[in-house]
């Protein structure tokens, strides 16, 4: 519901008027009421763009909380992400805002990526309240479970030591992240009471429906859903995909005619897919990554104002003529060797 103030407004550092105009809706079981769009650290690197900006990424950082946006994702994967966050947040009230971060992903090497042992959790958990500057955080979540070598470690090594730093108040929450829907169902399943919090990437755009298919059963689990990559790792925008995208030679064709029939238009593709993304039911935030203040307040306009009467025709164009169909990527497992 919009209007309201959340428990995380700050008088004198928000900007009151936005925060109003902003939706917040309930996390799953954790009390924890969050934005209706999420701020997603991996685009706060150089994990997917050589070129990214730093001192631009910590505006963004500050203008996105300012602006309403009070729940933040990240993980040691995401390169440097931990670490400007850190920065950016030093002049952020601590209350302003939810933090996530993870483990078990690490390393671009391939060989060296994912490690889903309790000791390695355990330091890693450490080294990101370090980099971060903080004490605790929101919600500690466990990366790609579709990557670990089984579930059976996942639930029995892994979350142990998440629930290790929940009792001793460094967390609030655990949460687990996946691309294979089916995965992160049967892991939320199997951990029900002790997984709070479960995001999915890239299963519900304007690409790919996958996620409805488990939807009914999320909630009944009470777990929150965090929706994320609306923009389907930048496939959905008029700037393209990354030359590492995983997509097959197929969907991105069909990324690319979508892109030039919104730039023949002056239609962003990228706010067509937020918005639509967004009408997910069910979801309690919409997580994306958002490099800079220019595609900050496109996504925001996104959120707050809807789409133009043109932008709906040329969106329904778009989903009549052009996607068509719902596309997969393979699993997370058949994408590492893109970070090399």
Known sequence: ?????????????????????????????????????????????????????????IRTVHEAIKSGINYIDTAPFYGKSEELLGQALKDVPREAYYIATKVARYEMDP?????????????????????????????????????????????????????EYVRAGKARFIGITAYDVDVLKECAERGKGRIQVVLNYARYTLLDNTLLRHMKAFQELGVGIVCAAAHSLGLLSNAGPQSWHPGSPELLEVGKRGAEIC??????????????????????????????????????????????????????????????????????????????
């Open 263 to 340: 730039r023949q238009r002056n239609v962003e593709l990228g706010k067509l897919a937020m918005y639509y993304t967004m009408q997910l039911d069910g979801a309690a935030t919409f997580l994306i990554g958002i490099p800079n203040r220019k595609l900050l307040r496109i996504n925001l306009d996104a959120v707050f104002d809807g789409l133009t009467s043109h932008e709906q025709e040329v969106l329904q164009y778009l989903r009549e003529n052009v996607f068509t169909k719902s596309y997969s990527w393979g699993s997370t497992l058949s994408t590492v060797n893109m970070f090399k």
């Open 111 to 163: 060989a060296k990526m994912f490690d889903y042992t309790g000791a390695k959790a355990r330091a890693s958990v450490k080294r990101s309240l370090e980099l971060l500057g903080l004490d605790r955080v929101d919600i500690l979540q466990v990366h790609d479970v579709d990557a670990a070598p089984s579930l059976d470690m996942v639930l029995n090594e892994t979350i142990p030591v998440l629930e």
């Open 1 to 57: 519901m919009s209007g309201s103030l959340p428990a995380t407004f700050v008088k004198g550092f928000h900007d009151e008027e936005q925060v109003r105009r902003m939706e917040y809706r309930q996390l799953g079981s954790t009390g924890l009421r969050v934005s209706k769009i999420a701020l997603g650290g991996a685009t706060l690197s150089n994990l997917f763009s050589d070129d990214f900006d730093r001192q631009e990424g």
